[in-house]
Every structure is written in C-alpha cells, then in structure tokens.
C-alpha cells in the first residue's frame, strides 16, 4: 500500500499522462493529481448515495407499519424492512470502490456493458432504485471481469483501475492515496510489485501485491479487492454445487470459502435466508478472527458455529480417555446406535387389538398387526415417523373396516380411533417412544446391551474402553463427554430428522472425525458443501489422511478436490521450511509455494545453557522494531512460562481471543487458522513432542507467519530429521 499522497500510475486512457517530476511546472498540479481528484469527488457522491440508501431503509420500516396487508403478511414484511435497516445501519465503514471497470466501445464480447464505466465495491450504491448504480457489488456478474479479465483475455474490458487506499481507511475520500490501471485490450499489464517474479502466474500489480501484503493486525479482512481469477471460480460456483478446496497454507481459502458465503447470499437470497447458512470453524477463537468479514461485504444474520455448538443438546460435564474418544468417532458407531436404537422395536408376539367404538368394537388380528409393524421397519424411516406410520397403518385397517360396514367416516371419527387408548398402548408397547440421552445411556451402562448391538462391529477391548464404569441413576444425571454430544446427534437424527441448512461452510474439515462429518451430512440433506482444508494440518487423532473418505462421511463422495497450491500472504522462504516436515506428515500433499520473494527466517539455536525463554523475550523484543503484529507460539506447557517471561520485560502480551493487541501469546491448540506479521516459534520439538499429530502441529505452526519467523529451539529443529 503507498503512503498518503503519492500515486501509482497513469491515469484513465482519456486522461492526459503526467509528465515527467522534472518538468511539471510546480504550481501545476498533474493529470494523475487531477485524476485522483475527480475520483475523490465521485466518492464523495457515493458517499451521500449511501447515506440517503440508509435514511430511506429506515423510512421504509416506518411507512412499512401502515401498509394494509394480512396480520402474517404485515409482520413478514415488517421483518424484513427491519432486518435490511438494521443491515443498512450497521454497514461497517470503508471504502466504497476499490476499481473501476472501463469497458471498450467497440469491443464485441464487451456485450451491452460496451463503453460503459463501473466501480467496482462491496456493496451496490444507487442514488435511486430505478438509476444505473454509482457503485456496482462486486459479487455482480459484469463485476467477474475485474477479476477474470487480463491481456490475453481482456473480456471486453479497456482499461482496469485499482484504487490504493490508506491502511485502515474508514472511507474518508482523502485516504484515496493512489490509483494503478491496466490498459488491458492494449495488451498493457500492471508493473510488477515488490518482490514479483516476472515469471511467475499471480498478482502483478502494486496496489494488489500490497494489499495483500498489507501487515495484519486485528481480525481477519475480507479479499474483495484482491481476489485471484482461480479463486473466483470457487467463489462464483453454483448453490447446487459442493466443492471442496485442499489449500496450502497463505492461499486464502478461508477467504475464498467466506466469500461464496456472501456470493450466494446475494446470488439466491430467498432459497439462502429461508433455509439458513452456517458457517462451520474449528474453535471460537477463529470464529472470533473471522467474524467480521461478512458483515464487512454487506451480509449478516449468518449463523457462525462450531460442530459443537451445533450439536449441544446437553453440557459437557464428563470426559473420554484417548481410547474411547478414538471409537466414539469412529464411523462404525453409527451402525452400533442404528441397532440399539431399533432394537426396541418389537415386530412380532402382538396380541389381538380390540378398540372401542360406541357400543361397537373394532378388532386387528395379531397377524395383521405383526404385519404391519414388520413393513414400517422394513421401509426403515426415521424412528419417530415409523412409530406414526404404525398407528396410520392400524387407523387404516379399522377404517376399511369402518367402511366397509356403514360407508365413508369422517376426520373427526379418524381422529378420535387414532387417539384411542387401545391404538396407543399398542404403538407404544411394539415401538415405543425414545429419547436419545435414553437410548445411550443404556447402551453404555450395559455391557450386554452393548455387546448385542456391536456385535461383528467393534472388538471386545473397543466395546470396553466405551461402557461407562459407573452407570448413572438416570439418563438425566449422566455426565456427558464431547464424543458423548455427537453419538446423541447422531441417535437424534435416527430419530427425527434434523432441519437442514441451504449451504453449509466446513473450515478445516480435514480434522473433523467421521462421526461429526456424519452430523453435518444430515444438516446438509438438501443443501451444499463448501468443504475447506489442508490435510498437512491435520491435528485431531482422527483427522482425515486423504479427501474422497472424508466427503464420503459428508455425503458427498462424487465432489471434485480442487487444489490450491500457490499463496499470497506466506513468504517463500518460511513455506520452503514448512515444506521440509511434507515428507513425514503420511498425506498426499503437493508442496506449497509462494509468490512472496519477501519475508524473512531466522533459526536462532540455544547453545551454552542458554534459556529458551530469554532466548525467546528477545525475539520478541526484535520483532517489535516492525511493523505489524506478532505472535508468541509455544506448546501449550510452555505458555504460562513464556507470558511470564515477557511480562518481566515489560512486554505486555494478550490472550489470542484478544484481536488487535500487538502481541499475543498462542498455545499451539489454537493457533490454527490465525495470522500474525511476526511468529516467534518457541521450541519446536516440544511442540512435536505434546501430541500424537506434534508434527502436523508443527507445520501449522510455520505457516501462521506472514511476513517474519523466528524460530527459537534448543533441542534441535525437527525439518532435520524428517
């Protein structure tokens, strides 16, 4: 990004160039000075669009009150005006355009846009409904062309502007600090930025290569202006289409996974808001670091949870042992709870069924019973609709008889057979009602119960490390573990369905177990995935070693992996490091790469007694001469030791939920999907050594840097030995 004041480029093609710094005269401003001018101007239009946009939201909400409608269609109408004023109102303050789209006079594939000027930004501005826009969203078709548009294909387009803004500009037009274009049907591409190779595919121009680079502090931003062309296809996939992104560290899939959240919004808006949108993360510390994207290109209201949150139906006041939770996840336990569940239902030994009717009694044979009962199970529904399938099918069978004796009943006589006592107990004595805390409970209260149901499916030791050692009183005073709050969504859903979402966002996937993978998959019935992950940094103790079995378990097999191998944000030289643990990670992963010839790496090895920790304070104090913010990452041992340490030295460092503090300090756990300009790497062996997966942690680890590393080890580097 450039400083205050200075510019980038030349000007629109029908704006003079500016001559050269020593022959301007000195009191005469530039062509590009007088650009930069008109666009400051326009944005200053825009400005007062947008804040007449708002004042007339609200105004709608009140008018909206009068309007002569239904009691339901009133208050349907009345929600929405409400919830797009809100939206209006809360509308984060930026920029409003980032590029400007000339598109060519006498270009054919320019189609009806030939001639035309647009700005491109996060949100639609119109000084009235019915007036070309001031501001065009960019998630609207002729706004693909800023992203897909280059010399080879310049798609109708003449000249291509980026805007450089000041970092962290709210929107004031005076931080409008340069602009860059790209004369592209002249076959003209942007001047390469810092650290490009003229070689490589990526981002040439300055203001984009700086927008990316931009130091990182706070939570994370949206990448409207910086979207790379294969990005944007996965952005602008379709609501019926699953994809599923294997992305390397720095190549922005996260971004891209957030922005076909916002792009299908605005695309499907009504199949969306109707049926929801989720947003799945790992903890709430990334939930927390992402959250302000959306609302930041115009969207709210999207429900942004982990598959926990999701799948609470009691508190977790219990815990597994690393063998339990290992069989809990697995995938198998789907079949163990399909059968515990269903073998309460009793298909044979019905008795005669006698119910009253008046001074008249309707009788159901013992064997149409049976029959009956054997049907619905064999249609195998969920068990709740299998249970009124039974009493609809015994309503039947007396209907018939009902007709056939004294013609047509009505829908009171069905009712009232359908709530008699008699239909009632039989249903419940041949399918009886269950609860899944019920049903779990008494599977692992009861080896017996257990080994039925497991039978040819999990081994003896597997059917013991599970069956709880001490049984509760009750189902309501068990004491439930994670892996407890997954088998019970999974015994909800045999039961009843769940509502589904339209479409659903799975960050790191790669670490959910087959079981959560499952619970997704029944929120997902009718909706469509986009399924983001590294499966390098796969950290879970069941985390997934290749993708078609993990889309598998998501109900998806048949969707396409596509791969994103080349970053923007990590440095070459810290993803060549990472790179060197590939090898001993056991999963079928193209090493990354980076168009950041910048950046910069330092091992600094303990020797002599040295203290790691002080070692550490001044890494730290180092990376505080920069720019940006820096992280502390440490083996969650190691935290409270190094927090400490720094606070001595009159570092205060903050809690990685603490977005925006210049230092943080980061328990490896949660440092996932996190980003800092300066990582100081504290000990990696230990960090190796606290886990099953140390070494996948490791390579996380590396990769959170996005312009300095430090890494800090007296006990060896592990890249040596893998």
Same mark, same amino acid.
């Given at each position: 990004?450039?400083?205050?004041?200075?510019?980038?480029?030349?000007?629109?093609?029908?704006?003079?160039?500016?001559?050269?710094?020593?022959?301007?005269?000195?009191?005469?401003?530039?062509?590009?000075?007088?650009?930069?001018?008109?666009?400051?101007?326009?944005?200053?239009?825009?400005?007062?669009?947008?804040?007449?946009?708002?004042?007339?939201?609200?105004?709608?909400?009140?008018?909206?009150?009068?309007?002569?409608?239904?009691?339901?269609?009133?208050?349907?109408?009345?929600?929405?005006?409400?919830?797009?004023?809100?939206?209006?109102?809360?509308?984060?303050?930026?920029?409003?355009?980032?590029?400007?789209?000339?598109?060519?006079?006498?270009?054919?594939?320019?189609?009806?846009?030939?001639?035309?000027?647009?700005?491109?930004?996060?949100?639609?501005?119109?000084?009235?409904?019915?007036?070309?826009?001031?501001?065009?969203?960019?998630?609207?078709?002729?706004?693909?062309?800023?992203?897909?548009?280059?010399?080879?294909?310049?798609?109708?387009?003449?000249?291509?502007?980026?805007?450089?803004?000041?970092?962290?500009?709210?929107?004031?037009?005076?931080?409008?600090?340069?602009?860059?274009?790209?004369?592209?049907?002249?076959?003209?591409?942007?001047?390469?930025?810092?650290?490009?190779?003229?070689?490589?595919?990526?981002?040439?121009?300055?203001?984009?290569?700086?927008?990316?680079?931009?130091?990182?502090?706070?939570?994370?931003?949206?990448?409207?202006?910086?979207?790379?062309?294969?990005?944007?296809?996965?952005?602008?996939?379709?609501?019926?289409?699953?994809?599923?992104?294997?992305?390397?560290?720095?190549?922005?899939?996260?971004?891209?996974?957030?922005?076909?959240?916002?792009?299908?919004?605005?695309?499907?808006?009504?199949?969306?808001?109707?049926?929801?949108?989720?947003?799945?993360?790992?903890?709430?510390?990334?939930?927390?670091?992402?959250?302000?994207?959306?609302?930041?290109?115009?969207?709210?209201?999207?429900?942004?949870?982990?598959?926990?949150?999701?799948?609470?139906?009691?508190?977790?006041?219990?815990?597994?042992?690393?063998?339990?939770?290992?069989?809990?996840?697995?995938?198998?336990?789907?079949?163990?709870?399909?059968?515990?569940?269903?073998?309460?239902?009793?298909?044979?030994?019905?008795?005669?069924?006698?119910?009253?009717?008046?001074?008249?009694?309707?009788?159901?044979?013992?064997?149409?019973?049976?029959?009956?009962?054997?049907?619905?199970?064999?249609?195998?529904?969920?068990?709740?609709?299998?249970?009124?399938?039974?009493?609809?099918?015994?309503?039947?069978?007396?209907?018939?008889?009902?007709?056939?004796?004294?013609?047509?009943?009505?829908?009171?006589?069905?009712?009232?057979?359908?709530?008699?006592?008699?239909?009632?107990?039989?249903?419940?004595?041949?399918?009886?009602?269950?609860?899944?805390?019920?049903?779990?409970?008494?599977?692992?209260?009861?080896?017996?119960?257990?080994?039925?149901?497991?039978?040819?499916?999990?081994?003896?030791?597997?059917?013991?490390?599970?069956?709880?050692?001490?049984?509760?009183?009750?189902?309501?005073?068990?004491?439930?573990?994670?892996?407890?709050?997954?088998?019970?969504?999974?015994?909800?859903?045999?039961?009843?369905?769940?509502?589904?979402?339209?479409?659903?966002?799975?960050?790191?996937?790669?670490?959910?177990?087959?079981?959560?993978?499952?619970?997704?998959?029944?929120?997902?019935?009718?909706?469509?995935?986009?399924?983001?992950?590294?499966?390098?940094?796969?950290?879970?103790?069941?985390?997934?070693?290749?993708?078609?079995?993990?889309?598998?378990?998501?109900?998806?097999?048949?969707?396409?992996?596509?791969?994103?191998?080349?970053?923007?944000?990590?440095?070459?030289?810290?993803?060549?490091?990472?790179?060197?643990?590939?090898?001993?990670?056991?999963?079928?992963?193209?090493?990354?790469?980076?168009?950041?010839?910048?950046?910069?790496?330092?091992?600094?090895?303990?020797?002599?007694?040295?203290?790691?920790?002080?070692?550490?304070?001044? *890494? %730290?104090? @180092?990376?505080? #001469?920069?720019?940006?913010?820096? &992280? !502390?990452? +440490? /083996? =969650?041992? *190691? %935290?409270? @030791?190094?927090? #400490?340490?720094?606070?001595?030295? &009159? !570092?205060? +460092? /903050? =809690?990685?939920?603490?977005? @925006?503090?210049?230092?943080?300090?980061?328990?490896?756990? !949660?440092?996932?999907?996190?980003?800092?300009?300066?990582?100081?790497?504290?000990?990696?062996?230990?960090?190796?050594?606290?886990?099953?997966?140390?070494?996948?942690?490791?390579?996380?680890?590396?990769?959170?840097?996005?312009?300095?590393?430090?890494?800090?080890?007296?006990?060896?580097?592990?890249?040596?030995?893998?």
């Amino acid at each position: 990004m450039t400083a205050p004041g200075t510019s980038l480029d030349a000007p629109a093609p029908d704006e003079p160039s500016a001559p050269a710094p020593d022959e301007a005269a000195p009191d005469e401003p530039s062509a590009l000075d007088a650009a930069l001018a008109r666009e400051r101007q326009y944005h200053d239009l825009c400005r007062t669009a947008l804040a007449a946009m708002v004042d007339g939201a609200q105004e709608h909400v009140v008018t909206g009150e009068h309007v002569a409608a239904s009691g339901a269609d009133a208050e349907v109408l009345g929600y929405q005006l409400r919830s797009r004023a809100k939206e209006m109102r809360e509308l984060p303050d930026a920029p409003l355009f980032f590029g400007a789209l000339d598109f060519d006079a006498d270009a054919a594939d320019a189609g009806d846009h030939r001639g035309q000027r647009y700005h491109v930004g996060r949100l639609r501005i119109t000084e009235d409904p019915a007036a070309p826009p001031l501001v065009v969203d960019w998630r609207a078709p002729v706004s693909r062309a800023f992203y897909q548009a280059g010399v080879r294909d310049p798609q109708g387009v003449a000249v291509r502007r980026r805007f450089g803004w000041a970092p962290g500009s709210a929107g004031d037009s005076a931080d409008l600090t340069g602009l860059e274009d790209e004369h592209l049907t002249a076959g003209e591409e942007a001047p390469d930025g810092p650290g490009a190779d003229p070689a490589a595919p990526g981002p040439r121009s300055r203001i984009l290569t700086g927008e990316i680079e931009r130091p990182r502090v706070g939570p994370m931003r949206d990448i409207a202006a910086t979207i790379q062309p294969e990005q944007d296809d996965l952005v602008r996939a379709g609501l019926g289409e699953s994809v599923c992104v294997q992305g390397a560290p720095g190549t922005g899939k996260t971004a891209v996974g957030l922005h076909r959240a916002a792009y299908l919004l605005y695309t499907h808006p009504q199949r969306i808001r109707r049926s929801g949108l989720l947003v799945l993360g790992p903890n709430r510390t990334f939930l927390r670091y992402i959250a302000e994207v959306l609302p930041a290109l115009g969207e709210t209201g999207v429900r942004q949870a982990t598959v926990r949150d999701e799948i609470a139906r009691q508190p977790v006041r219990g815990a597994d042992g690393p063998d339990a939770a290992l069989v809990k996840h697995d995938a198998r336990m789907a079949e163990v709870l399909r059968r515990a569940l269903y073998a309460r239902v009793r298909p044979g030994g019905a008795e005669p069924l006698a119910v009253p009717d008046g001074s008249y009694r309707w009788r159901v044979p013992a064997g149409d019973l049976d029959r009956i009962v054997a049907d619905v199970r064999a249609e195998e529904p969920p068990y709740e609709t299998g249970r009124e399938r039974v009493r609809t099918r015994v309503v039947r069978h007396i209907q018939e008889q009902a007709e056939r004796r004294a013609g047509p009943v009505g829908n009171a006589w069905l009712q009232k057979i359908s709530r008699a006592r008699a239909v009632s107990a039989f249903v419940d004595a041949v399918w009886p009602k269950a609860r899944p805390e019920q049903v779990l409970a008494e599977l692992l209260a009861d080896a017996g119960a257990l080994a039925s149901a497991a039978d040819g499916v999990l081994g003896a030791a597997e059917q013991r490390a599970i069956l709880w050692e001490r049984a509760p009183r009750s189902y309501r005073s068990a004491k439930w573990s994670d892996a407890d709050l997954v088998l019970l969504d999974e015994l909800a859903g045999l039961v009843e369905r769940p509502a589904g979402y339209g479409h659903i966002v799975v960050d790191e996937a790669q670490d959910l177990s087959p079981m959560e993978c499952r619970a997704i998959a029944r929120r997902a019935g009718f909706g469509s995935l986009t399924v983001l992950g590294d499966l390098a940094q796969g950290t879970t103790p069941w985390a997934a070693r290749d993708w078609p079995a993990q889309l598998a378990h998501l109900g998806r097999p048949d969707t396409p992996v596509t791969p994103l191998t080349t970053g923007f944000r990590v440095p070459q030289a810290i993803v060549t490091l990472a790179n060197r643990l590939l090898d001993g990670l056991g999963v079928d992963v193209p090493p990354a790469r980076s168009l950041r010839a910048d950046g910069e790496l330092a091992v600094h090895r303990v020797e002599d007694g040295r203290d790691v920790v002080a070692a550490t304070v001044d *890494a %730290v104090c @180092g990376a505080l #001469a920069h720019e940006g913010s820096v &992280g !502390v990452i +440490a /083996a =969650d041992t *190691a %935290v409270a @030791g190094v927090r #400490a340490a720094l606070a001595a030295a &009159g !570092v205060e +460092a /903050a =809690d990685p939920d603490e977005l @925006g503090a210049r230092v943080t300090v980061v328990p490896a756990s !949660v440092a996932k999907g996190l980003e800092y300009d300066h990582v100081v790497a504290v000990e990696p062996a230990d960090i190796v050594a606290a886990e099953e997966r140390g070494a996948h942690r490791l390579y996380v680890v590396l990769t959170r840097a996005v312009s300095r590393l430090d890494v800090v080890c007296g006990r060896g580097v592990p890249w040596e030995a893998a």
